[in-house]
C-alpha cells in the first residue's frame, strides 16, 4: 500500500511538473522535426498577399485597432469578457474591416472568443477575422535608466515573443503579475494570425542612449541570425530589434512549423528621416530606426513589412520645415546660439539618415483635390523610402471636446470634432493612405477609453481615478468608434428640446418665473433653465464651486451675487454663449502663467486676489512656445483655444441634426445646457474632488464638496443674485453606462463597403 501511494504520489509529481513545463515554462519535444515549414502569408517589395484556396493574392489590410478598457476598469483589469469579444467582433466585420490589432497579450477571454467566432463564420461558409498581434514593452522601462540592451527590457521582450507564440497556439498558462493578461489558453487561433508588431512607439531617449553607449561595438550594433540579419548601417538598438524578430520567428518555426508577417513598431518621433534645424530642435527629433537596416534571409519563407503610428495633426514635422523657411541663418544663430546652432548641424549630419525632401516633389504636398496636405506627403515619402510594404497601423482623430493639436492644412485635429466630421476625417485618412501606396492601414480605435489621459488636461484630473468618469475635455479619451454613454441604457439627459425628462424633483432654484433645474451623470452637470425669451433676455447662471475663493461681483457682466462665485454661465444666443471662471480660479494661469501670461503666478504680487471680480475665458493649451524662440522673451509665447465657448445645437444621438458637441438648445421659453465636469474644475466627480486654491497648494490638488450653490438671473438685473444649494454625491467605482455606435462608424462603414464594390467590380 506504501509502495502505491508512493508511486501514485511520484507519478502526480512527474505529471504536474510535466504539466507546469509545457505550458508555463513553454518546454517541449519536437515530435515531428522533419515537418515542412508552412506560411500563408508572404510580401513583395509593397503589397501583401495571403494565400486562398491555393491561390496566392494581395491582401490589403484594413483593420482596426481594439484595446481592452471599458468604463470602471483600468486597460490592466482586461476586463472584458468573452460575451463583450465576440459582439464586438460582429460590429468590427461588420463596418467593413477585415483585420483586428491588438498590442499586448490579452487575458484568455479575448483568444475563446475570437475562436468561436472564427470558427463559427468558416463553418458558415463566412470570411473570418483576421488578426495582428503586438508584442507591448513596458512604458516605465522606456522611461527608466536601462537602454535597449538592459534584461528587463530585452529579456522580458525576448520572454514576452515566446509566450505569445505559444499563447497564439493555445499552448500556454500565464499567471498574475506579468503586466500581460492572464490565463490558461488552450484554443489555437494560429490559423487567422497573420502576422506580428514587435514593440510600441519608441521613446526616442531610449533609442539615442542605446545607440550612444554601444556605438562602435560590433557585439551590440550587428547581429546575424537565422531569419534575420543586420546591414553594415545598423544601430545597435536596430540590432536589438533583429535579435528580437530573428528569435519569435525561430521559435514558432521550431516548435509549431509556421512563420508569418512580422514588422516592428515605430512612429515619426524615430522615423528614418532628418529634418531642418527648426524641426529638430522644436521638435527634438534625434533618433532614427531604420527597418531596411534589418533584413530577412532565405530561411524566413513568410513576409516583412514596416509598420507606422501616423496622425494627420502630429508630429508636424513638414508643417514646421515649411514654416521654418522664412528664417535666416542668421536669425536662427541669434535665436538659439551660435554654439547650439552648431550642435544642432552635427546632431543632424550624426544621425546619418537622408532628409524627408530626398523623396518629396512639390506636387506631392497637395492630394487630389488640390488641397496642401502634408499628411499625405509623409505618407509618400515613407513609402518612397521603403523597399518592403508600408502599414499605417495607426490612423485617427478624436470627438473629445477639447483639442490638443491643429491639423493647419486639413482640419483633421486632435479634438474638438462631431461624429459626423471624425468619420469624414477617417475616410479622408484612409484615402491619403491608399494614395501614398501603402499596403494596409489600421484606424485608432474601436472604443472610447475613460481611462486615458491627455498632455494639456492631466494637470487638471485626479490621474488615480479616471476610469471612474467620462471627461469630454480630455480629447484621448473619445477616440473610438463605439462610444459609452453614461446610463445603463440611456443617459438622463438629452440637451435636444425634448423637456419631458425635467421634472418637479429637479427643481433647484426659482424666482418669479425664472427656474433652474438641475441633474448629473458621470459625464455632465445637466442644466434647464424656463421662463425668459431666448430671442431677447441673455441667461446667466452663476456657480459657486469651491468655498475657498470666488467673488460676490463679476464685472464682467455687472452681476452681484449673494455668495462668492467662481463661474459664469452666460446664455447670449446662438453664437456668442459661454462659461467664464474667476480669475483667481483659473487653472490656465496657475498651470501655465509663464507660457501664456509671460509671469510665474506663485511670485508675490502675481497672484490675483481671492475674491477678485474679474472673470475669464476658459482657455486649453495649444502650444507652449514659438517653432523658434525669437523676439520678446517678456512676451506671452503660448497659443490656446477658447474651451469654454459654447456650442448650440441638438445633442440627442437619434435626432437627424445630431451635434455630438453640441452644449445647448434652446427651447420656447428656456434652454437645456450640459457642462463637461472638468470644464467647472471637477478633478474626480465620482469623488466629487474638485480644485483647491492653486496658490496656497502651489498648483492643483483635490478638495472634496458635498455641494454647489446655483441661481439665475437674467440680462439687466440690478438686485443681488441669490443662490441655492444643490446636492453632490460621488457614485465612486460604481459606474453606468451603455454601448453607441458612433455616426463615424456608419460614415467608415458606407466608404468601405463602396471599396469592396470597386474591387468586386475590378475582378469582374
Known sequence: MKKFIVVACLAALVLLFGYYARYFLGAYIDWNPNAPVTTFMTTDEDTIYMERDGETVPFEIRGVNLGVGIPGEWATDYAVDEETYLRWFRSIQELGANTIR?????????????????TQREAEGLEPLWLLHGVWV????????RDAYDEDFLGAFLEDCRSLVDVLHGERDLSLGRGTGSGSYRKDVSPWVIGYILGV??????????????????AYTSYTGTYLTTTDDATAFEAMLARVGDEIIRYETERYHQQRLIAFSNWPTTDPFCYSVVTTYFRTKFASVNVEHIQPTDAFLSGYFASYHVYSYFPDYLQIDLEGREYTEEMLIEAYGGTQYER?????????????????????????????????????????????????????????????QVDVNTNRN?????????????????????????AGSCVFTWQDKW???????????DL?????????????????????????????????????EWGQEDRVWENGTLRLSMKYDEKFLYFFAEGFDPDADVLFIPLDITPKTGSTYCQNYDLSFTRPCDFVISIDGEDNSRVVVQERYEVLRAMYGEQYYAENPFYEGNQPDPDTPVFKEIHLPLVLENIVPLGDKTQPVGETYETGKLRC???????????????????????????????????????????????????????????????????????????????????????????????????LQDYWTALDGEEESYER
Open 102 to 118: 491588438v498590442y499586448i497579450t490579452l487575458h484568455d477571454d479575448f483568444y475563446n472568443a475570437f475562436y468561436t467566432y472564427n
Open 138 to 145: 513596458n512604458d516605465y522601462i522606456q522611461f527608466s535608466h
Open 201 to 218: 512607439e519608441w521613446e526616442d531617449v531610449t533609442v539615442a542612449y542605446t545607440n550612444e553607449k554601444y556605438a562602435g561595438d560590433p
Open 344 to 404: 544642432l548641424k552635427t546632431v543632424i549630419a550624426d544621425m546619418n539618415v537622408p532628409n524627408i525632401n530626398e523623396y518629396l516633389t512639390e506636387q506631392d504636398y497637395y492630394d487630389d483635390s488640390g488641397r496642401f496636405n502634408t499628411y499625405r506627403a509623409y505618407l509618400t515619402a515613407l513609402n518612397r523610402f521603403h523597399s518592403i510594404p508600408v502599414v499605417i497601423s495607426e490612423y485617427g482623430v478624436t470627438t473629445g471636446r477639447g483639442m490638443a
Open 414 to 438: 486632435q479634438g474638438h470634432m462631431t461624429e459626423q466630421e471624425q468619420g469624414q476625417a477617417l475616410v479622408d485618412c484612409c484615402k491619403d493612405i491608399r494614395a501614398s501606396g501603402s
Open 451 to 461: 481611462f486615458k489621459r491627455t498632455w494639456n488636461t492631466m494637470h487638471a484630473v
Open 464 to 500: 488615480q481615478n479616471t476610469p471612474y468618469w467620462s471627461d469630454y475635455q480630455t480629447n484621448e479619451q473619445y477616440f473610438g468608434l463605439l462610444a459609452f454613454d453614461p446610463g445603463e441604457e440611456t443617459s438622463v439627459c438629452y440637451v435636444d428640446g425634448d423637456l419631458s
Open 649 to 747: 445645437g441638438n445633442a440627442n444621438p437619434e435626432a437627424p441634426d445630431f451635434d455630438s458637441l453640441a452644449d445647448f438648445c434652446f427651447t420656447e421659453d428656456g434652454v437645456e445646457i450640459r457642462i463637461p465636469w472638468q470644464l467647472l474644475n471637477f478633478s474626480n466627480p465620482s469623488e466629487m474632488m474638485v480644485h483647491d486654491d492653486y496658490y496656497e497648494c502651489y498648483g492643483v490638488e483635490n478638495l472634496q464638496i458635498e455641494e454647489l450653490y446655483v441661481g439665475a438671473a437674467l440680462s439687466g438685473q440690478e438686485t443681488r443674485v441669490s443662490l441655492s444649494p444643490f446636492a453632490l454625491e460621488g457614485w465612486g467605482k460604481q459606474v453606468t453606462y451603455h454601448e453607441r455606435l458612433k455616426e463615424s462608424y456608419y460614415i
